[in-house]
């Protein structure tokens, strides 16, 4: 039996007898001679190598995975993504030094001989012979790039690394026959770019200008020398030759590929000399890959883009379609952000909220008539340290959000009026609104088992002073709870959820809004992006346009740009104008007079509504001009902060209203937004006006109970498991907090039970 070697190698005989194997079967392709299965060779164990001609005749070139470059409105920059940090260039914008360092150390012959080096496998048998092991090897640079197609097409599945890279006489013979078809194809020049474009460098650099940006900062086609040289010696080996973590190893490599390229007459011994001389030199760039690099503080809307891409069919039938599309990369995707939107709302959320505040905001910005997102951003920023979060507050969970929204309060009222509206109540509709009362009973559902308050239970509005009778208009600017109450139980529940599903308003998590008299009082949790789509509607009219963030997108394939479909806004009525501008009245009297008046802007129509929820844990501010919607929500993502006594951004407030807090963040957001924007006008309906009450805080007797369990988890550590009911709150302390002005019926909590849906990051 032959003599292996210690440790289970290969003796140097078995050695010899392998290479010899592989040399007569590359003379015998090299002669177009077809062969049996390598194992009738005696050359690998039986069933271990496909039959020569077995192997499939076309190699396709993999579509090299690139870097996805995401844009604004502008075309300004805002984050690059990739699975692999890759730029695909010409062989005209690599370097010559380039060029020939690789070529001097990895296949001198390249450009001599053909698929297969005979002469370079003589060479290494005889070497390796000698050393009594492998020292040596006889891949030629074609055989090479063979190899990294395979390694390419695996992607990032380790088995199928592991196949592609494995040590065996079947994978040689595959290489040799794909060599010989891609020298016939391609021939010498587009091989060498092909395999510069592929090869990994190490430092996350794949292909020649990611790692020459990375190590120097400069293109590939200004690499000089000694710089060409120290790359081509890093591919051998990049773990070993990295020279940020071992720069000596990394010079004596260096040194060695210039030696080799005087020997091959490339460079003169004075040049080569010279270089080995010179300093490393590095200028390394870090690597800016993922949302988390996003600027103008876009990480979450960098994500929400993502998202979109990874779920929506027009990119892709199955997810896996999707995800492989998105990992290949080499996408320009210009997007609906407008930098200018953004930079009002980052900056007026960081003048009104610190991120290492017990509370934080959210705000989106969203144009009516088209849907495009223009603005979004939260005090928590993207990331995974202290006060930061991997959770979009804007957004619904399947898009990255957290569990389930947060309860809107009084921000809801306005879809009530609009359902009554649509049924025909006029505009001057007037109910007794009394201070307190019990819910009516029984409210007609769209099934055919109305809803009744078999628990008599009842609620109140903010202050014992607060009592109708009250038109509509004068109602909306108190934001008076038990108008609206009344409202649902004289039009039905029915109506009012037909509205809200036009308008698309769901939960976070997804769900459809339940019929119950409580979801007037904003009881369940909504994303800001919902609320802001939901209010634009108003402004274009009552036109709901559907969410967009992507404008354009273009893939480089084969050196071309290619257009992809993208997603469109789907614009359907949702309301009728006259509905639309009756509501756009009377939300512009809360802005005027009522309990919005520090949201309201000076110079321009705006309309909107205040919120605020149980124990003041929600506060919102959804308002909008006729170009532009927004919403605010301030609160804790854990849903177990009570905004009382409580500072934000470095302020003291006692109690916490939607008109106080998210009110002045809409108001800078949208100031900044619009400056040197149109300044068109709402078409506003003669409603005659009620009686002036200038009392300011009218909207926190809109509590509605928070509904269930809340919380993005990750850096927040998710929801607490316990579900917030009645007017006891989640720990049933008022802790001397104002008495809650009403109390929930048994039976009108929809959220979860405590022990689904908890979110880890």
């Known amino acids: ?102 070529v001097a ?99 996350q650099a794949y292909g020649v200008e990611a790692a020459a940006q990375r190590y120097f900062s400069k293109p590939a086609k200004d690499l000089n020398l000694q710089q060409s040289a120290l790359l081509a010696g890093i591919v051998q080996s990049p773990s070993r030759y990295d020279p940020v ?111 290492s505040d017990s509370v934080a905001t959210a705000a989106t910005l969203v144009e009516p008539g088209t849907g495009k997102i223009v603005g979004m951003g939260q005090s928590r920023p993207y990331g995974y340290g202290k006060n930061e979060t ?9 898009m990255g959000g957290s569990n389930f929204g947060f309860p809107t309060g009084s921000t809801f009222k306005p879809f009530v009026a609009a359902a009554a509206l649509e049924e025909g109540r ?21 099934g055919s088992k109305p809803w009744t308050n078999q628990q008599n239970e009842t609620l109140s509005n903010e202050s014992e002073s607060e009592k109708g009778p009250y038109p509509l208009k004068t109602a909306m600017a108190k934001s008076v709870n038990t108008y609206f109450v009344q409202m649902i139980s004289d039009i039905g529940i029915c109506p009012v959820v037909k509205l809200t599903d036009k308008l698309h308003v769901v939960q976070g998590n997804g769900d459809k809004l339940p019929e119950v008299p409580a979801i007037t009082l904003g009881s369940k949790g909504i994303a800001p992006l919902t609320m802001a789509s939901a209010y634009a509607t108003f402004a274009s009219r009552g036109m709901y346009c559907t969410p967009i963030a992507i404008e354009s997108i273009t893939q480089q394939v084969d050196g071309k740009q290619k257009s992809l479909e993208v997603p469109k806004s789907t614009c359907t009525r949702a309301m009728s104008e006259k509905t639309a501008d009756t509501v756009n009245t009377l939300l512009s009297g809360v802005i005027d007079s009522g309990t919005g008046q520090q949201a309201g802007l000076t110079d321009r129509d705006n309309a909107g509504k205040t919120g605020t929820t149980d124990e003041r844990r929600n506060a919102w501010f959804v308002g909008y001009t006729p170009n532009l919607a927004g919403a605010v929500w301030v609160g804790s993502p854990k849903q177990n902060v009570k905004m009382t006594n409580i500072n934000i951004g470095g302020v003291y407030h006692s109690l916490v209203y939607g008109g106080e807090v998210p009110g002045p963040i809409w108001k800078d957001a949208m100031t900044g937004a619009l400056v040197g924007k149109d300044s068109p006008s709402f078409n506003l309906i003669d409603i005659p006006d009620p009686e002036r009450d200038d009392r300011d805080h009218g909207d926190d007797g809109d509590d509605g109970d928070d509904g269930g369990d809340w919380g993005d988890g990750g850096q927040d550590g998710g929801h607490d ?18 008495t809650p002005s009403f109390s929930i019926p048994q039976g009108f909590i929809q959220g979860q039970n405590g022990t689904g849906g908890r979110r880890h990051g």
């Open 1 to 102: 039996m032959p003599k292996k070697l210690s440790g289970g190698g290969l003796s140097p005989t078995q050695q010899a007898a392998k290479f010899l194997g592989v040399s007569v079967l590359a003379g015998a392709v090299m002669a177009g001679i077809a062969l049996p299965a390598a194992g009738a060779l005696g050359l690998a164990a039986k069933g271990s190598v496909q039959g020569f001609d077995e192997i499939p005749d076309n190699l396709k070139s993999p579509a090299l995975s690139q870097r996805t470059t995401i844009l604004d409105n502008q075309g300004g920059q805002i984050a690059t993504v990739y699975s692999r940090d890759r730029t695909v260039v010409d062989l005209k914008n690599i370097s010559p030094y380039m060029q020939k360092a690789i």
């Open 105 to 203: 150390i990895e296949d001198s012959r390249f450009y001599q001989h053909g698929a297969v080096d005979l002469k370079g496998i003589l060479r290494a048998l005889n070497q390796n012979a000698q050393n009594g092991g492998v020292a040596q090897g006889a891949s030629t640079l074609t055989q090479q790039l063979v190899k990294n197609y395979f390694v390419e097409e695996a992607g990032d599945d380790p088995t199928k690394v592991a196949q592609a890279t494995q040590q065996t006489l079947g994978r040689k013979i595959r290489e040799l026959k794909y060599a010989i078809q891609l020298e016939e194809k391609l021939g010498k020049k587009k091989i060498l770019e092909n395999y510069l474009n592929i090869t990994f460098f190490g430092e």
């Open 245 to 355: 973590n071992d720069e000596a190893e990394a010079i004596k490599r260096r040194n060695t590929v210039l030696q080799r390229m005087a020997e091959v007459h490339d460079i003169s011994p004075q040049e080569a000399d010279a270089a080995q001389k010179a300093k490393l030199d590095l200028k390394v760039s870090q690597p800016k890959n993922g949302c988390i690099t996003a600027v103008k503080g876009a990480s979450f809307f960098c994500r929400y883009v993502e998202n979109v891409f990874l779920s929506d069919p027009v990119f892709g039938k199955t997810k896996e379609d999707r995800a492989k599309l998105w990992n290949q990369g080499g996408l320009t995707i210009r997007t609906t952000l407008d930098p200018q939107s953004q930079k009002a709302v980052q900056d007026s959320i960081k003048s009104h909220v610190n991120k």
């Open 390 to 398: 991997e959770y979009n507050y804007s957004v619904d969970r399947d």
């Open 426 to 446: 006029p505009a001057t509709q007037e109910y007794s609104a009394p201070y307190k009362m019990s819910y009516p009973s029984p409210v007609q559902t769209c």
């Open 721 to 738: 498991g316990n579900t917030i009911s009645g007017n006891n709150g989640s720990n049933g302390n008022g802790g001397g907090l104002p």
